[in-house]
């Protein structure tokens, strides 16, 4: 399967805790997004990156969220002392740069916060 | 501010009829707009793409018009099939702001046999 991956799948936790998800892209892909979708709206951006550069962060992405990409393969998204308006579906897509707007989607996370 | 706006939350038709889902935006920037398909926990699927200088573009039982003037996008699905029952969302892209999708709120398809 060559498809986008995101592990893991579902993530339960307490507020307050810290959380990290990963996201592994369809290996030629050198752009990688990262959204959040909650309960009946559409996906919302958080950041992308290009190859290792993170190039833009939304405003969403509260300093409690951090993005790595370090070797410009997988990214890791964390989140710090968890709030229940965290929880929610984040989504990982990956693209070519030079079609950076036709973007894979993995499965998604789901993240609940108790 | 939302940029892209699916107005009807869902949508009912009969197998082998013609489904029409509609989206309409407000930024004249968008260079490309996409439309993807949603399951049940699972990630959206691209489908169809236009770039902002056509007005049509087919794939098989999918095709998107657009309509620049209107600031209007369809997508037309002949014919209807009861695997076509999903979610359905609209998303725009601008190339100069990094490719990042903006996203209508989705329409929910149900094709029934």
């Known amino acids: 399967d060559t498809g986008v991956s995101q592990n893991p799948r579902h993530k339960i936790t307490k507020r307050g805790q810290n959380v990290t998800f990963r996201c592994d892209p369809i290996?030629?892909?050198?752009?990688l997004y990262w959204y959040r979708q909650t309960l009946g709206q559409g996906p919302e951006f958080l950041t992308y990156f290009q190859n290792e550069a993170q190039l833009e962060k939304s405003r969403l992405l509260s300093d409690r969220f951090s993005a790595e990409r370090p070797k410009g393969s997988f990214s890791t998204l964390e989140i710090q002392r968890t709030e229940q308006g965290d929880s929610a579906m984040y989504l990982c897509?990956?693209?070519?740069?030079?079609?950076?707007?036709?973007?894979?989607f993995g499965p998604g996370t789901r993240l609940t916060v108790t | 501010d939302q940029q892209v706006k699916q107005n009807s939350p869902s949508l009912s038709v009969q197998e082998g009829r013609i489904s029409i889902l509609n989206c309409d935006y407000t930024?004249?920037?968008?260079?490309?707009f996409l439309w993807y398909k949603k399951y049940p926990a699972e990630g959206p699927t691209f489908l169809i793409s236009?770039?902002?200088?056509?007005d049509k573009n087919e794939d098989g039982r999918f095709t998107v018009f657009l309509n620049k003037s209107a600031k209007h996008l369809s997508l037309h699905i002949v014919p209807s099939q009861p695997g076509d029952s999903a979610v359905y969302f609209c998303?725009?892209?601008?190339?100069?702001?990094?490719?990042?999708?903006?996203f209508g709120q989705g329409t929910e398809l149900s094709v029934k046999p």
């Open positions: 236009i770039s902002s200088i056509k």
């Open positions: 930024n004249s920037m968008f260079d490309y």
């Open positions: 998303a725009a892209s601008q190339i100069r702001q990094g490719g990042k999708l903006i």
């Open positions: 290996s030629e892909h050198n752009r």
């Open positions: 897509a990956s693209s070519l740069g030079s079609t950076p707007y036709e973007q894979y």
